[in-house]
């Protein structure tokens, strides 16, 4: 059954649900002012919002009337299905959704996707994963890969480690390419695989040498780059490689 009423005051949001996108409202609203509202709200017997909760602004800031179906029982996968239908979700949609539900491991990836983004709002999700987690393979323990969008993504226990990653990557914050994925990856993989490497003599050489640290198409490309970069007029070379 198919309710309709003005009462925006008696509905309330679920915080499994994605956050809300004014581009998406607006776009809406067009679209209310033409054909109307087409399709009802699904909420809750106590007027939680769980499917169109873009739909009940856009109905809100028009002043029109919400059309809304009440159902009980929805779960997080049937709201992320829900969503999916009209607009899909991002990356980080589902990781904040995994997060307000409270699971440990993304509210922790959460906290350190925000110090990221004071750095440079470029930072994405899935680079902050990378920092996390050292590396941008992320698997498990016995070796099984992780799911970032999925819900079984884990975050390692050193935290402070993830910390001092971040803190190595914000240093080269002047080339406007350093929160690339593939510049990340391949500045991980340094600090994981390079015998001595030594972030801080990579910084002063790129600083010296401007000219020859630059952007580049792919991993391997900054692989390269790093180590023409890092060994240039030195003796003895270290290999990236």
């Not at 994925?181 to 991980?188: G, H, V």
Request: net charge positive.
């Amino acid at each position: 059954m198919i309710h309709t009423t003005t009462d925006y005051e008696k509905f309330d949001f679920s915080s499994y649900n994605r956050p809300i996108r004014d581009p998406h409202i607006k776009f809406l609203k067009k679209q209310i002012k033409k054909q109307g509202l087409l399709q009802p709200l699904l909420v809750t017997s106590d007027g939680q919002i769980v499917d169109g909760q873009h739909r009940f602004h856009a109905c809100r800031e028009l002043g029109v009337p919400v059309q809304y179906v009440v159902r009980d029982g929805m779960s997080m996968g049937d709201v992320v299905e829900l969503n999916n239908c009209a607009m899909r979700w991002t990356l980080l949609d589902k990781v904040q959704s995994y997060a307000a539900q409270g699971i440990e491991d993304y509210i922790k990836l959460m906290d350190l996707y925000r110090l990221c983004l004071e750095v440079s709002p470029k930072f994405s999700v899935k680079s902050a994963a990378f920092i996390a987690q050292g590396a941008a393979t992320q698997t498990t323990a016995h070796g099984r890969k992780q799911n970032l969008g999925g819900g079984t993504w884990r975050f390692p226990d050193d935290e402070d480690a993830a910390m001092a990653r971040l803190e190595a990557i914000a240093k080269f914050s002047r080339w406007n390419f350093f929160t690339q994925n593939s510049f990340i990856t391949a500045f991980l993989r340094c600090m994981r695989t390079v015998e001595g490497f030594d972030h801080e003599e990579l910084l002063k050489k790129a600083e010296m040498n401007p000219h020859m640290f630059m952007h580049a198409g792919t991993t391997q490309e900054y692989m390269r780059m790093f180590e023409r970069v890092y060994n240039h007029k030195k003796r003895k070379h270290t290999r990236f490689f």
